[in-house]
């Protein structure tokens, strides 16, 4: 996964109490995670050629296929992200509702 | 007319009839505690867990067409029709952003369609009825193009009767798919599709890996098919080409851009959606959808396999849609071709009744009892639901047969672009109240008048008008997807009356939903509904 050193630290400050910030590092980078396959496969000129082919297909198709899995793995990082994202939100909540 | 392949055939009907049983029992399969509910009937009770989901949107997303024409767009243009590729991977990382919200807030207030929502979060009963017009419209050809997905493989199966039959004749078997169809899709609601796509993607994985290892075998390997595809786009006047022209490059990005968003704004992927049972049965199926992605990349290899088979060489009128079919039927040995017929014909049968079911769903909730009949019980909208279900299928039917093929192509076309002209109010709306709903209704009309018009100027060799999905974007000057283009008019329409309209300070309509609402999961709204939601049901 392409590292934005800026994008692993909290963009907004921790607001006091136990409220969870809008931005948090886990969803920044599973924005980044989305992003990363929308963005290399509409930048067609990066893989608009037939050199190198491998087993015979040209480039062009063996790496479009090649970012099937690719995009898949991504997009399980972005859902593991949020998952846990989400269970700190909650227990915050639930920590909040409890006072 | 051309020989039946009679052990293809024998195990056509035998599978069909397979899902036809499974159709009827599926009324009884995780049978509900109130049949009477259009969350029953037509979301499948809300139920459905991971792999059900999963096996359920694949069935739906990747429909016979699709596996019809993919194929055909690559046999025919090479490079420009791989672009079913690069839209399936954008969709799921782009949907992943916005699909949950629409779950949750549709869990907490009982929506059913994408129209509900819009109709709960701006309180504008226009807007929601444009959004549930544009869905139904953008439905029906969808579904007639399922029924030349069947004609195509009944044709090479020589039970269509070809080109100068009878018309009673040659759709004899047709009527009879579709009159099945209608009566498991009435009985048994979106469990019946749900239950017969086990079949038809399984059917389906073993058919395209099959295909993939056998097939090259018999041509010689990846390198002998590349090459004659090669060979046949290196003529003069081929029409296609291996890779694409540099001024093709922002067509290809801006149609996988534009199908991507559009995908999960039709109504039959938010049936599917809907009836997932949690919030991150969700999130789930958008990681683990790209597996059918693999597959659609793979069938659309086989195009090329067509081309080095020799499919339809020399044929100058030789029908590209009848490629894989044909292919499928040189290559396998009978009764294997049976089965992989047995899956594209399946495979039109799942999408066709999810999307007779949320366009009958669009109708019931968004016309009937918006408009008609606002006292409608849960009890009469499922009624009238199924009845609406019927008409559906016999208004595609009627379409097939009265009109010209091409009629049916051009139109799904356009419903690709229609469709794509309520993004801008549902996905705007999922995370913000900002838009006014005047201007979003503004902005649907421009995008809807601008795209429609701009597809009826541009001709093709096979048809005068709506040839294509192409066209310069103003200001721009690249040639990019209409529908795309359309969009972003449909956006800037809606964001500069927004301005206005908060400037003069024009009325809005109440907003039933809550923040809270976007993120509720399953189980957890009823502690959280302090103010009982409006108009739930």
């Known amino acids: ?99 | 007319m051309k020989d039946v392949n009679v052990p293809a055939l024998v195990v056509f009907v035998l599978f069909f009839a397979l899902v036809t049983v499974m159709g009827f029992l599926a009324s009884r399969w995780r049978r509900a505690d109130d049949a009477a509910h259009l969350d029953e009937w037509g979301l499948g009770g809300r139920s459905f867990g991971t792999w059900v989901t999963w096996f359920l949107l694949g069935g739906d997303l990747y429909t016979a067409y699709t596996f019809v024409a993919v194929p055909a767009a690559v046999y025919a243009t090479g490079a420009a029709g791989f672009f079913a590729v690069p839209y399936t991977i954008v969709a799921y990382p782009l949907v992943f952003l916005f699909l949950p919200r629409l779950w949750s807030v549709s869990r907490v207030h009982g929506y059913v369609t994408p129209a509900d929502f819009v109709r709960g979060r701006y309180g504008s009963r226009p807007l929601s009825l444009v959004v549930a017009l544009t869905g139904i419209l953008a439905t029906m050809p969808y579904i007639a193009l399922q029924l030349v997905g069947i004609q195509a493989v009944l044709d090479v199966l020589g039970v269509g009767g070809g080109e100068h039959a009878n018309w009673f004749v040659k759709d004899l078997p047709l009527f009879i798919a579709f009159g099945v169809l209608a009566a498991y899709t009435y009985s048994s609601g979106l469990r019946a599709p749900a239950l017969i796509a086990f079949v038809k993607d399984a059917l389906i994985y073993i058919v395209i890996i099959v295909a993939v290892i056998y097939i090259p075998i018999r041509l010689g390997g990846y390198g002998h098919i590349f090459d004659a595809a090669a060979h046949k786009f290196s003529a003069p006047k081929s029409g296609g080409s291996m890779t694409l022209p540099d001024n093709k490059q922002w067509t290809y990005a801006t149609l996988a851009l534009g199908s991507a968003m559009a995908l999960f704004m039709y109504p039959h992927s938010v049936t599917g959606v809907l009836a997932s049972k949690s919030r991150n049965t969700v999130r789930r199926n958008m990681a683990i959808m790209p597996a059918y992605s693999l597959m659609l990349g793979l069938l659309a290899l086989l195009g090329f396999m067509a081309i080095a088979a020799g499919v339809g060489q020399g044929d100058k009128k030789f029908n590209a849609q009848l490629s894989v079919p044909q292919l499928f039927a040189d290559m396998f040995p009978d009764w294997f071709t049976g089965v992989a017929f047995a899956a594209i014909g399946i495979g039109a049968l799942v999408p066709a009744a999810i999307m007779s079911i949320a366009a009958a769903n669009l109708f019931t909730r968004n016309v009937y009892k918006e408009w008609l009949k606002p006292t409608a019980s849960p009890a009469d909208e499922t009624r009238i639901a199924k009845l609406v279900s019927l008409l559906v299928k016999v208004g595609a039917l009627v379409f097939v047969l009265g009109m010209d093929k091409q009629a049916a192509i051009n139109l799904q076309l356009l419903g690709g672009l229609w469709i794509l002209q309520t993004f801008v109010a549902i996905v705007g709306g999922l995370f913000t109240r900002w838009f006014h709903h005047w201007a979003l209704f503004a902005g649907w009309a421009a995008g809807m008048a601008y795209g429609t018009w701009t597809a009826y100027g541009i001709a093709s060799p096979a048809t005068k008008h709506f040839g294509g999905n192409a066209a310069a974007i103003p200001g721009i000057g690249e040639i990019g997807y209409i529908g795309l283009t359309a969009f972003a008019l449909n956006l800037l329409v809606a964001v500069a009356l927004t301005l206005v309209l908060r400037a003069v300070k024009a009325p809005e309509g109440p907003d039933e939903t809550r923040p809270a609402d976007y993120s509720a999961e399953a189980g957890d709204e009823e502690p959280e509904n302090a103010p009982e939601p409006v108009a739930a049901h």
């Open chain 1, 1 to 99: 996964m392409p590292s934005d050193p800026d994008a692993t630290e909290p963009v907004m400050p921790e607001p006091p109490g136990d409220r969870v910030p809008a931005v948090t590092p886990e969803r920044v980078l599973a924005g980044l995670a989305l992003l990363v396959p929308i963005v290399a496969l509409l930048w067609v000129s990066s893989y608009d050629k037939t050199d190198p082919p491998a087993g015979g297909v040209p480039f062009f198709y063996w790496y479009q296929l090649l970012w099937v899995p690719v995009s898949a793995v991504f997009t399980v990082a972005a859902y593991l992200l949020i998952n846990r994202d989400e269970k700190a939100r909650t227990a915050a909540r639930k920590a909040g509702g409890a006072r």
